[in-house]
T-cell receptor, first 115, second 112 residues
Framework: GAVVSQHPSRVICKSGTSVKIECRSLDFQATTMFWYRQFPKQSLMLMATSNEGSKATYEQGVEKDKFLINHASLTLSTLTVTSAHPEDSSFYIC???????????FGDGTRLSIL | LAKTTQPISMDSYEGQEVNITCSHNNIATNDYITWYQQFPSQGPRFIIQGYKTKVTNEVASLFIPADRKSSTLSLPRVSLSDTAVYYCLVGDFDSSASKIIFGSGTRLSIRP
């Protein structure tokens, strides 16, 4: 089946640090990738939609200069949280979708903790 | 965007059949219905997807009535490991412009 790998699974770092999270589709080409954020006991909140070779589309309220998304190839998208602060601590999850009537497949998430 | 409504939580026992219903009154003609399962600290896992009538795979069945304004995920003979949050999503998955919004999900608890 379709596999999406997300790395790292856990990050703990100091306030002011920038953190990069990678999302890879291992056995299919992902035309579209999505980035979500999830707080404890809550549902997933869509942050942005990324299509290969074009700029990401951010949801309302998500700062594009804070959360930099790059989708340089059909198998890799990255999310960089710039100058992270404690309020950015959360569970970040990516998903990837092959073109056509295929469902999204999710990575296992990245737990980001900013001290 | 079609909005979905699910029960916040459900309880059942091992060996029982569990049916979780999702309402999506504003579903569009091109929208598919997809269900995901999520365990704590993991990404959602795809369960099943359908457009109309009935779809069955090795883990679940999905029932969709003719008007497509609701759908029911059926889990046969659940076990303790089926305790998780289940999300119903609708969207035009064939469109690169389509974005997929998660609802609140149903927290399913299975007891021995």
């Amino acid at each position: 089946g379709a596999v999406v790998s997300q790395h790292p699974s856990r990050v703990i770092c100091k306030s002011g640090t920038s953190v990069k999270i990678e999302c890879r589709s291992l056995d299919f080409q992902a035309t579209t990738m999505f980035w979500y954020r999830q707080f404890p006991k809550q549902s997933l909140m869509l942050m942005a939609t990324s299509n290969e070779g074009s700029k990401a589309t951010y949801e309302q309220g998500v700062e594009k200069d804070k959360f930099l998304i790059n989708h340089a190839s059909l198998t890799l998208s990255t999310l960089t949280v710039t100058s992270a602060h404690p309020e950015d601590s959360s569970f970040y999850i990516c998903s990837a979708r092959e073109s056509g009537d295929q469902p999204q497949h999710f990575g296992d998430g990245t737990r980001l903790s900013i001290l | 965007l079609a909005k979905t409504t699910q029960p916040i939580s459900m309880d059942s026992y091992e060996g029982q059949e569990v049916n979780i219903t999702c309402s999506h009154n504003n579903i569009a003609t091109n929208d598919y219905i997809t269900w995901y399962q999520q365990f704590p600290s993991q990404g959602p896992r795809f369960i099943i997807q359908g457009y109309k009538t009935k779809v069955t795979n090795e883990v679940a069945s999905l029932f969709i009535p003719a008007d497509r304004k609701s759908s029911t995920l059926s889990l046969p003979r659940v076990s303790l490991s089926d305790t998780a949050v289940y999300y119903c999503l609708v969207g035009d998955f064939d469109s690169s412009a389509s974005k997929i919004i998660f609802g609140s999900g149903t927290r399913l608890s299975i007891r021995p």
